[in-house]
C-alpha cells in the first residue's frame, strides 16, 4: 500500500494539530466540566480527518477501503460526544454517567462494526471505486440502508445538541453567551457542510465534512484564546453566578471586565454589554483602590464605603484570583457582598451596649435557669459583687431569707410562661447588709418561642422607703398626736351649744365647733388618702347594684341641692350588670363627685348622673356627673386629682376629695376623669370592672 502527498491533505493536517493542540489544553482543563469528554471528542475528529487525509494520497482500492474504515472509528463517535460536551457544558453532569451514555453509543457501535465487515453485507457502502485524475484520489460509491440511517442518527444527536445550547445561551450573557456562539458557530459549520455533501452540492467523490471540522477546530482553538472557552466560566458555575445576591464581576488579566452578574448590573446600574471589554476601574472607580498594593495572585478582603443613590452603603469586598493551573492567574473575581445593615446593627449594639454600662439602674442577663450571663457596672454598685465573682454563679447567691419558697415559685412560674414581672425584693449585699429594690424581669425568646435568656431590671429603693417608712410613722403620729385633742376641744364645745339648738351660726362658739369639725374631717380625709397610697386601707369588693347604690348616694345630698332649687337626675341603662365594688369607698366617690357638682353649680342648675356599659372596654361600667358649673379652668384639669390641689373658685374644699376619688377608683382596677369647657360645666367620669358572669353548670 503506498500513499503520495497531496496539497489537499496539508489542511486537513493543519485541522489535525489545531485539534491535538485542544486536546493538550483540554488534557490541563480535564478536572473542569467537559475536560474528558473534549478529549474524546477532539481525538476523534483527528481521528477522522488524518484518516482522510491519508484516503486522499493512497493509490489502491484496498488503501481506500482500509482507511474508510479507520475514519468510521472517528465518524460514527463525533456526534454522541458532541452531544455528552453539550451536555457537560450547560450543567447537565448528572446525566453523563455510564448507563445514561451506554445506550448514546450503541448505534456508532453497530455502524463501527458494519464499516469494517461492509464487504459481507454492503450495508454502508456498495460499489467503490477510485479516480486518481489531478494527482489525489476520488473515491465514489453508492450509500447502503445503513448509511442513512446512521446520518439520521447523526442530525438526531446534533439537533439535541443545539437544543441544549440555544437553551442556554438565552439566560447567558457577556462573556458565556460569546462561549456560546462559539460552540453554536463550530457545531452548524460541519453539520450544514454535511447536509450539502448529502444532497450531493459538492464535488462527487470529494468529502468536504473534514475540511468543516478543519474550520470548526480553528473556531473553538480561536475561542479558547478569545472567549476563554472552558477556562473562567463554565456555564453551571455561571448559573450559580447569576442567582447570587452578592455582586459579582469577573476580571480579565490585563484589567478589563469580563462578566457580571444582574446583582452586580443593578448595583453599578451597567448592561453587560456596555461594561465588558471595558477597564473595570472605569466601570468600578474603588477597584484601583482595592488591589493598588496587591500582587495579581493574592486573595484580598476589605470593607468599602461607596456613595450610591445618595446614600453611604457599607460593602465587603472580596478578591480571588482565577487560575488556570498553579501559578499562572488568568484573571480575578470581586465578589462584593453589602453589610450596610450589620454595620448599622453594629452600631446599635455598641450604643446599647454603651446605654447599658452608663445605666443608674443595675441590669443583669440570666440564662434559663437563671445563671448569670451579664451584669453591668450599676449592678456592681449596688450589690458590691464584681462581675467576675458574679458570671457563671445564679441570682440565688442575692437571696436574703426575706421571702419564702411561694415567692420565688410565683416569679419563676410568671417568667417562664413568657410573662413580665415586677415586684420588690429584699436581697443581701456582699457585705451583708440587705436593701429592697424594685425589679423587673422580662424573658427573652428565640426565633422559634422558647424562652432562652432573662434580663432582669433593678433599682435600689432602700432609701426611698426608709423615707416612706419615716413619712408613714410621722403622719400618724401627727394625725394622732392632733385628733386626740382635736377630739376634747369638739367634745367640749358640743356641751357648751345650747341644748334646744338655738344657738346663733355666726356665734363664736358655732364658729369654733364649725372649725374643729373641720380639721377632724382633714385628718380623716388624710388617712384615707394615705392608706388608699400605701394599700393599707382594705378594698371589700363584692357584686353592687350600681343603680340603687347610685339612688342612694344621691338620696344623701339632695337636701343640698333642693336648698339650692337644683334639678338632681339620674339615667341608668337597661340591664345594667353588676360591679364588683367596696360597698363604702364606691357610696363615697359619687357622694363627693355629686357633691361637689352642687356645690360649684348655680342655684336653679341642674346636675345629671348617668351608668351605663363601656364602648370602648368590654367587662367595664362607666358613671358619670355632669354639672352645670362655671367649669374648670385648662390648667388645673392635669392636676385636678392630685393632693391638695385647688382651684380659685369660692367653697373650694382640702384638695383631698378628689385625690380620693382617684385612688378609690384605680383601688378598684378603674379609671377616672374629668372634661370641662370653661363656662359649661364639667363632666366626671370614671369606670368600674363588672361582675363576671357565674360559671355555667
Known sequence: ??????????????????????????????????????????????????????????????????????????????????????????????????????????????????????????????????????????????????????????????????????????????????????????????????????????????????????????IFAWGMLDSRLWDIIPVAQATVLESLREAVLVVDARGRLADLNPAAQALLSLTPALGIGRPVAEVFPAWNHIVSHHALGETVREELVLALDGQQRHFEASVAP????????????????????????????????????????????????????????????????????????????????????????????????????????????????????????????????????????????????????????????????LRSPLTVVSGALDLLAPEDGTADPESPLELARRSTQRVLDLLTAILEVHGLESGKMPVERGPLDLASLIGEALGLVRPLADAKHQRLTSTMADALPPVQADRGLLLRVIQNLAGNAIKFTPPGGSIRVSAAGDRAVKGMVTVSIEDDGPGIAPDLLPRLFREFVTGSLKGRGSGLGLAFCRLAVEAHGGRIRAESVPGQGATFTFTLPVEPPPAQG
Open 1 to 218: 500500500m503506498t500513499w503520495h502527498f497531496t496539497p489537499f491533505a496539508a489542511p486537513l493536517f493543519v485541522g489535525a494539530a489545531l485539534m491535538l493542540g485542544i486536546v493538550l489544553l483540554a488534557l490541563r482543563r480535564r478536572p473542569a466540566r467537559g475536560g474528558v469528554s473534549l478529549i474524546l471528542l477532539s481525538l476523534a475528529v483527528t481521528v477522522y480527518v488524518l484518516a482522510y487525509s491519508a484516503e486522499l494520497g493512497s493509490t489502491t482500492l484496498a488503501g481506500v477501503q482500509l482507511w474508510l474504515k479507520v475514519e468510521y472509528l472517528g465518524v460514527a463517535n463525533i456526534p454522541g460526544l458532541v452531544l455528552v460536551v453539550a451536555l457537560a457544558y450547560t450543567g447537565r453532569e448528572r446525566m453523563l454517567t455510564p448507563l445514561r451514555l451506554g445506550p448514546l453509543f450503541v448505534v456508532p457501535a453497530i455502524t463501527c462494526l458494519l464499516a469494517w465487515t461492509n464487504p459481507d453485507h454492503e450495508l454502508i457502502w456498495r460499489g467503490i471505486s477510485i479516480d486518481r485524475t489531478g494527482g489525489f484520489t476520488w473515491t465514489r460509491f453508492q450509500s447502503g440502508p445503513w448509511y442513512w440511517a446512521h446520518n439520521a442518527y447523526i442530525y438526531l444527536l446534533v439537533v439535541a445538541a443545539w437544543a441544549l445550547l440555544f437553551q442556554a445561551r438565552s439566560h447567558a450573557s457577556g462573556l458565556i453567551r460569546r462561549q456560546m456562539n462559539v460552540l453554536l458557530v463550530g457545531t452548524t459549520i460541519p453539520a450544514v457542510v454535511h447536509l450539502f455533501y448529502l444532497a450531493g452540492l459538492f464535488i462527487p467523490g470529494v468529502d468536504p465534512n473534514p475540511y468543516a471540522l478543519v474550520l470548526a477546530a480553528a
Open 322 to 481: 482565577l487560575r488556570e493551573r498553579p501559578g499562572r492567574v488568568e484573571g480575578r473575581l470581586l465578589l462584593l457582598r453589602e453589610i450596610t445593615d450589620r454595620k448599622q446593627a453594629d452600631q446599635r449594639l455598641r450604643l446599647q451596649a454603651v446605654a447599658l454600662e452608663a445605666a443608674a439602674n443595675g441590669i443583669l442577663i440570666t440564662d434559663r435557669e437563671g445563671k448569670i450571663q451579664w451584669v453591668n457596672p450599676a449592678f456592681t454598685r449596688m450589690t458590691g459583687y464584681p462581675a467576675d465573682e458574679v458570671l457563671g454563679s445564679t441570682t440565688g447567691l442575692l437571696k436574703s431569707g426575706a421571702h419564702d419558697v411561694v415567692f420565688y415559685r410565683d416569679l419563676w412560674n410568671t417568667i417562664l410562661a413568657g410573662q413580665v414581672w415586677r415586684g420588690e425584693v429584699t436581697n443581701r449585699r456582699k457585705d451583708g447588709s440587705l436593701y429592697t429594690e424594685e425589679q423587673t424581669i422580662a424573658p427573652v425568646s428565640s426565633p422559634a418561642g422558647e424562652i432562652t435568656h432573662f434580663i432582669a431590671v433593678k433599682q435600689d429603693v432602700t432609701e426611698r422607703k426608709q423615707v416612706e417608712s419615716l413619712r408613714e410613722t410621722l403622719i400618724h403620729t401627727m394625725i394622732h398626736d
